[in-house]
């Protein structure tokens, strides 16, 4: 695959305080050498590995994710998280519907030399029957003007409808039926996009709940662009230029 047109991303948007995957490579890492979480080979559209990115990072590791887990990267932009479960030890399938970011994960996969199966679909229709011990998203969850999601723009990567919620709603509604008995569901989100929603249909769905990690970092240019719109729709209450990013844990008993 040629690399003409390709990103070596770096989180820019929002500051990292540390390497943010564990066993990454060095962010000086050039294309072709193993990626880390510090610098990815990306297309362009596809989204960069941030700290939304780090926080499940972290809490996949907390959960124990390892040796014989078998593990779904669902919106895996640039495989970061799959990657991450891939050295931890597990089995892992990594779904996304952007053509660009299957080619991303694709490259940096086979960069890394690890076992990770990336494949192209809508969610859980792409592995239709499928289960799994977990199931990890770092899905778009934005608040967006206009009722539809973007198809050709940058904004597919974290553009979700007016409330944010459009990608959300259908993986706590998936689910249930996705994991295994004892599975793990691992989500992250904004603040903007109602994490109290998130726990109440997942609870509704038959899951233990519980938000188990929380962070407040800067706006970062896309909120920044549209705080105006935000604000008038009442999503962003008492906040200035600071949201909170939410770790949500769903357990099958």
């Given at each position: 695959m040629s690399t003409r047109g390709v990103r070596l991303s770096e989180g820019e948007d929002e500051p990292l305080t540390r390497e943010a995957l564990p066993g990454a490579a060095p962010t000086s890492a050039p294309v072709g050498h193993t990626p880390g979480q510090g610098r990815f080979v990306r297309f362009p559209g596809v989204y960069r590995p941030q700290t939304d990115t780090l926080l499940l990072a972290l809490a996949m590791r907390r959960e124990g994710i390892g040796a014989g887990t078998d593990l779904l990267d669902l919106c895996t932009g640039t495989g970061a998280l799959?990657?991450?479960?891939?050295?931890?030890?597990?089995?892992?399938?990594?779904?996304d519907i952007s053509r660009r970011a299957v080619?991303?994960?694709?490259?940096?996969?086979?960069?890394?030399?690890?076992?990770v199966t990336v494949c192209r679909g809508d969610l859980l229709r792409a592995?239709?029957?499928?289960?799994?011990?977990?199931?990890?998203?770092?899905?778009?969850?934005?608040?967006?003007?206009?009722?539809?999601?973007?198809?050709?723009?940058?904004?597919?990567?974290?553009d979700a409808g007016p409330d944010g919620r459009m990608i959300l709603d259908r993986i706590c509604d998936d689910a249930f039926t996705a994991l295994r008995p004892g599975g793990l569901l691992l989500l992250v989100q904004s603040g903007l996009s109602?994490?109290?929603?998130?726990?109440?249909?997942?609870?509704?769905?038959?899951?233990?709940?519980?938000?188990?990690g929380r962070v407040t970092i800067p706006f970062g240019p896309v909120t920044r662009g549209r705080a105006g719109w935000l604000r008038a729709r009442g999503l962003l209450g008492d906040r200035l230029d600071r949201e909170e990013l939410v770790v949500i844990r769903a357990r099958k008993e």
């Open positions: 799959a990657l991450h479960a891939a050295r931890l030890g597990a089995r892992v399938t990594a779904v080619a991303s994960a694709r490259l940096n996969t086979a960069f890394a030399r690890l076992p592995l239709p029957g499928r289960t799994f011990d977990a199931v990890v998203s770092n899905p778009p969850y934005v608040p967006a003007p206009g009722l539809s999601l973007p198809r050709h723009r940058a904004g597919r990567s974290w109602r994490p109290e929603e998130t726990v109440a249909r997942l609870s509704a769905a038959g899951l233990d709940v519980s938000v188990t």
